[in-house]
Structures are given as structure tokens and as C-alpha cells.
């Protein structure tokens, strides 16, 4: 259940993203791609009826001949193709966008480097390699990386923070999002960071009508934005900064995108205590309540200064009991063993003189 959960958007429905898209002015059914005729398939229901609304903008006529609308042409096309990408992979069960997850990460969980180009006792030899030098089908997660370390006598703590500060490997529900990725065909595949920035300015470019355009095309580009800013929202299980410039358009990707984290911990509270012990046994329990305690952990990023930056204060640190240990936190996070106390905290406090 833990793997599942990111890489699908159970609290926003399908159905509900058709009502958000069906109201809009360009809003059809595409037929599938090389079949313009209804066919009938199954229960006698056309073809057509399975497929999902699709975005459409408004276009300028004439536009060949004028070339101040071809940049923002430009700007519709790419809109309509990577966010019918995103409905694609939404409507297969895929978690559609992945905004922290790059070209990089790709290339770090799924293209091996040669034996040769690092030591065996580095852990990032043993992420891709065998103790007996063996290639491995794909490389270690973080997760199990962690736990070969802890098999070598390495403290839990010690382990996770060296597999993940000490070596690429990414946690196994990003490593599985990205290889299922590569394996998905292009016209559903899920968006990673940088296609989700392309996609992201060409709904800008898309509000952003040119000059002499006619209110008609304004009015109706410009409704058609704000509601793929919000459907964006609806569709990102953890709590991501507006990526937006134009105001208008981070308000809505805001507002709908608080609702959905909202709407997941009641989904996540319903669960929990549906799933009793009696019934489902602890783990279902167990694992309920993590998936209500993770979205509420979502709603204090979202609701915490860090995303108001104009009436953020200044980090200070709390120092902490915690397993018999003295511990120093730093905006919420421990601060690295290895790294002098003093060194870190003495630069917070220079400001007060």
C-alpha cells in the first residue's frame, strides 16, 4: 500500500476531472488516433464513449499568415499535448507529474555506469554490482541499500542517512515511477520536472493572450488556463509550490490543490476507521493511519511560512531529548552528527549581534 499510494490519485476521481473539462468552451471527445468513425465495442457502447475529454484552445484564423500569433500557437499545442499526457496517465492509474524528478534521476536509476569507474567498497559499486561483481537487473533502492548497511552493522540512522547523502540511489517508489515511465508509451507517459515546467509555461503563454486578440479568444484562453491550473492541483498528492508566475493562475492551482490534500486526510480518517483491527487486521490499520498522517503532513507544508516567504521568521534551533540522545533541529530537521553544533548555530544568532 505504501508503494501505491503516491503513484496514484485516489481522491480526486476521474469522473470529477471530465466535470471540470466538460463545461469548457472547446470541450469534445477525441476519437482514438486512426479511427474517425463511431465502432461499436462491447454492450454496444461506441468506442468513443470510453475516451476521456481532451483540451482544446481557441485558435485564430488565418493564423499562417500572421506571424504575432504563431509564438502563442506555439504556447497552445505544447499546453494541449503534455496535459493530455497528464490525463492519459491519470486515467491509467499512473502518477501523472513527478515535479522533483528529473532528467538526472532518470539517468541515475536506470543507465549503469561501467564497473570500473568506481571502487567496490563505494556504495555506489555496490548499488549496481553483486559482492561478486555480478550486474544487478536495476540498481538498489534507497530502502535496501539501507538495509544491507544495517546488515553490516551500521546503526539504522547511520545507514539511511548514508544511503542517502552517500550515494544516488532515489527511494523505491521514485525508482519505480521512473522505470515504469520509460517503459510507458508516449502519448500517456507521466511528466517529470522539466516537462511539468514546459507545461506549466505554455498555460502561461496560453493566458497570456497577444495584443489585438479579439475578447472572445481572451475570455475563452483564459478560462480554459485557469481550470488546467487547477486540475494540476487536483492531481499532485503532495504539497508543491504554485509553479506559477501569472498570479490568477497560482491562486487557482492553490486553492484547488489545498482541497485535495484536505479532501485526502478525510479519505485517509475514513479509512482508518473502517479498517479496524478486527476486520482487516493491524497492518490494514497501520497502514491507514500512515497515509492519514502523511496528507496532514502535506497540509502543514502547505499551510507552514516556508510558502508565504514575505512573513517567514528566521530559522532558530530547538534542542531536543530524543532516544537518549541530545538532538538540535533546524527548522524541523536534525542537524548532521558530523557537523560542529556551534558552527551551525552560531550564524543564526550573529544577526541579534
Keep these: 500500500m505504501q508503494a501505491?499510494?503516491?503513484?496514484?490519485?485516489?481522491?480526486?476521481?476521474?469522473?470529477?476531472?471530465?466535470?471540470?473539462?466538460?463545461?469548457?468552451?472547446?470541450?469534445?471527445?477525441?476519437?482514438p488516433i486512426g479511427r474517425r468513425g463511431v465502432q461499436q465495442q462491447g454492450f454496444?457502447?461506441?468506442?468513443?464513449?470510453?475516451?476521456?475529454?481532451?483540451?482544446?484552445?481557441?485558435?485564430?484564423?488565418?493564423?499562417?499568415?500572421?506571424?504575432?500569433?504563431?509564438?502563442?500557437?506555439?504556447?497552445?499545442?505544447?499546453?494541449?499535448?503534455?496535459?493530455?499526457?497528464?490525463?492519459?496517465?491519470?486515467?491509467?492509474?499512473?502518477?501523472?507529474?513527478?515535479?522533483?524528478?528529473?532528467?538526472?534521476?532518470?539517468?541515475?536509476?536506470?543507465?549503469?555506469?561501467?564497473?570500473?569507474?568506481?571502487?567496490?567498497?563505494?556504495?555506489?559499486?555496490?548499488?549496481?554490482?553483486d559482492g561478486d561483481g555480478s550486474a544487478r537487473a536495476e540498481p538498489l533502492t534507497r530502502e535496501a541499500l539501507a538495509a544491507?548497511?544495517?546488515?553490516?552493522?551500521?546503526?539504522?540512522?547511520?545507514?539511511?542517512?548514508?544511503?542517502a547523502?552517500?550515494?544516488?540511489?532515489?527511494?523505491?517508489?521514485?525508482q519505480a515511477w521512473l522505470i515504469d515511465r520509460r517503459k510507458t508509451l508516449l502519448d500517456q507517459r507521466?511528466?517529470?520536472?522539466?516537462?511539468?515546467?514546459?507545461?506549466?509555461?505554455?498555460?502561461?503563454?496560453?493566458?497570456?493572450t497577444p495584443a489585438g486578440a479579439t475578447q472572445q479568444v481572451v475570455h475563452a484562453n483564459r478560462r480554459i488556463a485557469l481550470r488546467v491550473a487547477a486540475m494540476l492541483g487536483s492531481m499532485l498528492d503532495e504539497f508543491v509550490t504554485s509553479p506559477f508566475k501569472v498570479a490568477e493562475l497560482g491562486h487557482a492551482f492553490n486553492e484547488i490543490h489545498l482541497a485535495h490534500l484536505r479532501r485526502g486526510i478525510e479519505s485517509s480518517r475514513q479509512a482508518e476507521s473502517d479498517s479496524g483491527v478486527l476486520l482487516a487486521g493491524p497492518k490494514a490499520w497501520f497502514a491507514?493511519?500512515?497515509?492519514?498522517?502523511?496528507?496532514?503532513?502535506?497540509?502543514g507544508l502547505a499551510m507552514s511560512p516556508g510558502t508565504f516567504p514575505a512573513i517567514r521568521l528566521s530559522a532558530y534551533p530547538v534542542v531536543a531529548v530524543v532516544g537518549g540522545k541530545l538532538r538540535t533541529f533546524l527548522d524541523g530537521w536534525r542537524r548532521g552528527r558530523d557537523r560542529s553544533r556551534t558552527a551551525d548555530i552560531a550564524p543564526l544568532f550573529a544577526a541579534f549581534g
Design 44 to 129: 454496444g457502447q461506441p468506442r468513443n464513449a470510453q475516451r476521456g475529454l481532451r483540451l482544446r484552445f481557441v485558435y485564430f484564423p488565418g493564423a499562417a499568415d500572421n506571424e504575432r500569433y504563431s509564438a502563442y500557437h506555439q504556447h497552445l499545442v505544447s499546453a494541449e499535448v503534455l496535459f493530455g499526457r497528464v490525463l492519459a496517465a491519470h486515467s491509467a492509474g499512473l502518477r501523472p507529474i513527478a515535479p522533483a524528478l528529473d532528467y538526472a534521476a532518470e539517468a541515475r536509476a536506470l543507465v549503469r555506469p561501467p564497473r570500473a569507474l568506481f571502487h567496490a567498497s563505494t556504495l555506489e559499486h555496490r548499488r549496481w554490482y
Design 288 to 299: 491507514a493511519k500512515a497515509a492519514r498522517m502523511r496528507a496532514e503532513h502535506q497540509i
Design 165 to 174: 547523502h552517500r550515494s544516488h540511489a532515489l527511494p523505491a517508489v521514485d
Design 148 to 163: 544491507q548497511l544495517v546488515a553490516d552493522g551500521l546503526s539504522i540512522e547511520d545507514a539511511r542517512h548514508r544511503a
Design 190 to 208: 507521466p511528466l517529470n520536472q522539466a516537462e511539468f515546467h514546459t507545461l506549466v509555461d505554455a498555460i502561461e503563454g496560453a493566458y497570456r
Design 4 to 31: 501505491a499510494l503516491p503513484a496514484k490519485s485516489p481522491f480526486f476521481p476521474r469522473t470529477t476531472i471530465d466535470a471540470m473539462l466538460a463545461d469548457l468552451p472547446t470541450a469534445h471527445r477525441a476519437p
